[in-house]
Nanobody, 121 residues
């Protein structure tokens, strides 16, 4: 298990930006696929973005062109840059890590505690 700590959430107006960070406590961070999920009230948790060990990225259709996932292996950190935020992006955002991206996208990896993102209209 990897311990994950997210930060960077907050309240922002529509059209604004936020950058989420997630620090992982592991000596083998570069071996992990990393991802961001979100869960809005009354909805299921959904995948937002993922990044492979080699830096390849995947995005949900709803955030393509607005969100960018990146990683800094030297800092054991994965980021989610969120631009042009919309009220429908309001959710708790969770960081996740797994040795395989397929299993990570299924929700089988380690999870952080989540950080709230609220976008006002």
């Amino acid at each position: 298990q990897v311990q994950l700590v997210e930060s960077g959430g907050g309240l922002v107006q529509a059209g604004g930006s936020l950058r989420l960070s997630c620090v992982a406590s592991t000596r083998t961070f570069s071996s992990y696929a990393m991802g961001w999920f979100r869960q809005a009230p009354g909805k299921e948790r959904e995948s937002v973005a993922a990044i492979t060990r080699s830096g390849g990225s995947l995005y949900a259709d709803s955030v393509k062109g607005r969100f960018t996932i990146s990683r800094d292996n030297a800092k054991n950190t994965v980021y989610l840059q969120m631009n042009n935020l919309k009220p429908e992006d309001t959710a708790v955002y969770y960081c996740t890590a797994d040795l395989g991206i397929a299993t990570m996208l299924k929700g089988s990896g380690s999870w952080g505690q989540g950080t709230q993102v609220t976008v006002s209209s």
